[in-house]
């Protein structure tokens, strides 16, 4: 094994590594972004500093874990070497990480989405003045509050589509798939019959063959003897 196929292996390994670990921490920031939203709306008085704090910590870890598969994949692609099966490798790591991202920005999308529902909820009445702040001010800040909403949900919106184009995508590769399959089914009883043909002309040659090989065999036995 050459250095540059060496080094394309230990990178390759980096970042199934990565992937493995990305894939167990997104798990556990979509529940925690599912259970931190359930206990906000059981009950207002139960605190979500814990579960926000991990949420956020999470988060974090999650950014920089995908920015280091992102420069992986860049590299993994650089070091490649040249043939089919290597650019198929390259490309299914890149599917992968789009789709950490993707999962990433849905979770991180809907848990702000509810954080900005519950300060509007906690600012629908005239909160008191706060010091240097005049009540105009109070609702200028309520207004920006409402249009960051907006924002998110175009940003949710956003997402679904996309998903919906992958989605759809990948239902016309198997849409193809499957019609492949289906010619090469339809095509197997052809096949068959000519393998059936070709065994049975087989089997008339052996047949007239070994008639020929006695008849001439009984034919010198019976001119030997007499």
Request: glycine share 4%; net charge positive; with cysteine.
């Given at each position: ?56 910590t ?14 992986i ?7 490649a ?12 790591h ?10 990433f ?54 997402i ?20 492949r ?27 007239i ?18």
């Amino acid at each position: 094994m050459t250095a540059v196929n060496s080094s394309w292996e230990d990178v390759r390994k980096q970042a199934r590594t990565l992937e493995n670990d990305i894939d167990m921490k997104l798990v556990a920031f979509s529940k925690l972004g599912v259970s931190s939203g359930t206990s906000g709306l059981s009950s207002e008085a139960v605190p979500l500093i814990n579960s926000d704090d991990m949420f956020d910590t999470l988060s974090m870890e999650l950014q920089q874990l995908l920015s280091k598969l992102s420069a992986i994949n860049d590299r993994m692609a650089d070091l490649a070497p040249t043939g089919t099966a290597t650019l198929h490798t390259i490309k299914r790591h890149r599917e992968i990480l789009m789709d950490y991202q993707q999962e990433f920005q849905k979770t991180s999308a809907r848990v702000s989405a509810r954080r900005e529902r519950e300060e509007l909820l906690r600012g629908g009445s005239p909160p008191p003045a706060a010091p240097g702040l005049s009540r105009r001010d109070q609702y200028a800040k309520e207004a920006n509050h409402l249009h960051s909403s907006h924002i998110l949900v175009d940003e949710q919106i956003n997402i679904a589509m996309e998903a919906r184009e992958h989605l759809t995508s990948q239902r016309q590769v198997f849409k193809r798939m499957q019609t492949r399959f289906n010619d090469i089914t339809n095509r197997f009883p052809m096949l068959n019959s000519l393998m059936y043909r070709i065994n049975a002309r087989k089997r008339r040659d052996s047949l007239i063959v070994g008639v020929v090989v006695a008849i001439c065999t009984f034919l010198l036995l019976l001119y030997a003897f007499h």
